[in-house]
Nanobody, 124 residues
């Protein structure tokens, strides 16, 4: 069983920055790949970023490349999403997901556990 809890204040102005945190309660955090997805109102969750368990490479959706950075601290069982140069269109609920192993998926239904979601609102 794996449990995911997000934290962080998701309110910022355009061109500002935020950092979201995701704490994972599991004995073998190192063996889990982690992702961030976003969900706009009424829409399905969309991929934002991924960091596999190997921690050798990271992946990003095109709209956030060069602005967002995903990282993990295995000693703290925590993954982060650093969000720089924010835009109003970044406004959404952001979810942290966990899946056992080195594989990750674009389909949000594949994941073992999700955080509760963090509302990110970027003002113009």
């Amino acid at each position: 069983h794996v449990h995911v809890v997000e934290s962080g204040v998701g309110l910022a102005q355009a061109r500002g920055l935020l950092r979201l945190s995701c704490a994972v309660s599991v004995r073998t955090f190192l063996t889990y790949s982690m992702v961030w997805f976003l969900q706009a109102p009424v829409l399905k969750r969309e991929f934002v970023s991924a960091i596999p368990w190997s921690d050798i490479q990271t992946y990003y959706a095109d709209p956030v490349k060069g602005r967002f950075t995903i990282s993990r601290d295995n000693a703290k069982n925590t993954v982060y999403l650093q969000m720089n140069s924010l835009k109003p269109e970044d406004t959404a609920v952001y979810y942290c997901g966990a899946i056992y192993g080195s594989r990750w998926y674009m389909d949000f239904r594949k994941y073992d556990a999700w955080g509760q979601g963090t509302q990110v609102t970027v003002s113009s």
